[in-house]
């Protein structure tokens, strides 16, 4: 059983597209969070959610735009999508309470904009 | 500023031999949890071991420890009897909080190791 599945696992598509990535965790976890990681491999956080509500919002564009619907799934749509956008993303979860909780993460997708 | 600092850009160890990865870090928390995820070239973040501020003990896992010096605030990740599939980018990391934004948990920019046969 995968633990954080993320679909689609590769995503190419034009410039000024709209597109989603859907995020699903069976760990029971509370808190779910979007990670980008650019080119030179450098991880930044982008979202955090607990419990469905919105936590951490790390000055991301507004093109981009998380949901959770249940505290299981944490979705990312992204409009107009930019050149820059391309990166790969990833989705974790981890225990709200635990301080010393590891993140577990999705097995990434890889946006590439044209 | 920078929160973790991984100096080691590349890595090379020769295979069944031990290295460390070095990796400093910032906050003013007392409470914080240490990390090290491990990303082979097939791109997923597998988590390694992690470290709680107020344990005294190094942890271990495996041919992984971490060398904790809590004053001068490192985490170094030493993983013993290198095998050719540690060839890997390796992340250190850091969650604290809760603070207004809840925890969260942010990386270093990371470490590739390439283990020689």
């Known amino acids: 059983d995968t633990a954080v599945s993320q679909t689609p696992k590769y995503l190419v598509t034009q410039m000024g597209n709209d597109k989603s990535i859907k995020c699903e965790q069976n760990l029971g976890h509370d808190t779910m969070y979007w990670y980008k990681q650019d080119s030179k491999k450098f991880l930044k956080i982008m979202f955090s959610y607990n419990n469905k509500e919105l936590i951490i919002n790390e000055t991301v564009p507004n093109r981009f735009s998380p949901k959770s619907p249940d505290k299981a799934h944490l979705n990312l749509h992204i409009n107009s999508l930019e050149l820059g956008d391309s990166a790969v993303y990833f989705c974790?979860?981890?225990?709200?309470?635990?301080?010393?909780?590891?993140?577990?993460f999705g097995q990434g997708t890889r946006l590439t904009v044209v | 500023a920078q929160k973790i600092t991984q100096t080691q850009p590349g890595m090379f160890v020769q295979e069944k031999e031990a290295v460390t990865l070095d990796c400093t870090y910032d906050t003013s928390d007392q409470s914080y949890g240490l990390f090290w995820y491990k990303q082979p070239s097939s791109g997923e973040m597998i988590f390694l071991i992690y470290?709680?501020?107020?344990?005294?003990q190094n942890a271990t896992e495996g041919r992984y420890s971490l060398n904790f010096q809590k004053a001068r605030k490192s985490a170094n990740l030493v993983i013993s009897a290198s095998q050719l599939g540690d060839s890997a980018m390796y992340f250190c990391?850091?969650?604290?909080?809760?603070?207004?934004?809840?925890?969260?948990?942010?990386f270093g920019a990371g470490t590739r190791l390439f283990v020689k046969a």
């Open positions: 990391a850091m969650r604290e909080g809760p603070g207004t934004g809840g925890f969260k948990t942010i």
């Open positions: 974790a979860s981890s225990l709200t309470t635990g301080i010393f909780a590891e993140a577990f």
């Open positions: 470290q709680g501020s107020y344990d005294e």
